[in-house]
């Protein structure tokens, strides 16, 4: 795999988007995709249609993102807008280890002999009758389509895939992919605004929309990665869940109304961690949850303090299940963007070309004004890798047994090669 990455601030979205686009596709041939990350500030469909114009018939794919974007030229962002393109491809333009002339191959290295991405199946939906697990099994069946990999009613399973949702109901849209494909590997985020005021869209060439689905099938007999962590301590405070309403109400720890155990845990008064306080004071303390193994511990950001004492949180709890307190702090959550991008480069047999970086947006709000920063730590990391950071309201990624999962404050790091 080859990529580029492009990126503007042009405060037109036309103009914008194409500007980025044009220079995501320099020495790129055979582009098979275009991650697409902006800002909630433009005009989207403008902005696609100016990409579209640069990249005439590639699949495109993403999310508005939390106040900016990071790519190898640093923190992208602007009061007028950003965009930032990750094109990919199989070869790099008139680098193809074919004869000009003759058309004949020139050695057995060549690049067209490597291995190599085979077809990408992109599709989005907005949610069916309001059924987000239909509509994950109907996406998974149109991206099948779009790769030619359903037919005959044989269906053929993706290497790994990328998927993009609001926040929400993130677990219900992967339970449907799955019931279709079964379990493959995946990466991706859940669409941000800067506000946390649902303003956030998820598109693809064909889609724009709030409540919905998109992903991208990816087959290919190259390398994959994905590292997926919180990058927290646990602490020595551990209680059962003993009551959730709708999923991601938190009521009770250990029989106690959660921000009560909460605020015990950490020598809090509860009235001051009511409403969106609990959101902030929980970033360098959130909650998590182990996996049935131990191999990860998914992070649980509580986001609002009600007034019964119950939390709401960022992803889906189960009761009768231990919960856990995790720390960290600031400096905690800078330098684990850097180990975290070697460690997801380290994860491959061979040399990464190109790394897909998911950070979450509290970690980036709780990073504040140190945010130029994170962006030197990444950069640093990377090396000459090209990479695209897009800021989330909720990451999903996997560990060592492959069981896919989704979480918040969490970071969800993915290399290809």
Known sequence: ???????SILADAARAGAAAAKVAAEGLSDIKLAFVYSSV?????ELLQGIAEELPGVPLIGNTSFNGIITPRG???????????MAISNCAANNLGINNATGAL??????????????????????????ARATGRQVALDALAAAGKCTSGKIDAPDYFY?????GEEEFYLKGITD????VPFFGGSAADNTISGQWLLFTNNLICADGVAVAFFYSDAPFANYFTGAYEQSSNVGVITKVRDNRVLVEI????????Y??????????LLGGNLLVATITAPLGVKDRLGDLVAIRHPMNGNDDYSMNIGANLAENTAVIQMQGSIEQLLASAKDGVTAAKAKLPVAASALHLVHCGGRLAGIGDRREELAANIIAAAGDTPFITEFTFGEYGYEDDGNNSTGGLMLSFSAFA
Do not use: C, H
């Not at 279709?180 to 379990?183: F, M, P, V």
């Not at 250990?254 to 155990?261: C, E, L, S, Y």
């Not at 605020?263 to 001051?272: I, N, V």
């Open 41 to 45: 500030d433009y005009n989207q469909q």
């Open 1 to 7: 795999m080859k990529a580029n990455i492009g990126e």
């Open 263 to 272: 605020a015990e845990w950490t020598g809090q008064d509860p009235k001051s």
């Open 75 to 85: 923190f992208i962002a602007s009061e007028d807008g950003f965009v930032g393109v």
């Open 163 to 167: 998927m993009v949702a609001p926040p």
């Open 254 to 261: 250990d029989g106690v109304p959660a921000v009560k155990k």
């Open 180 to 183: 279709i494909i079964g379990r």
């Open 106 to 131: 020139d050695n057995e290295d060549a690049d067209i002999a490597k291995p190599k991405l085979s077809s990408i199946g992109v599709a989005g939906l907005a949610k069916l009758n309001g059924d």
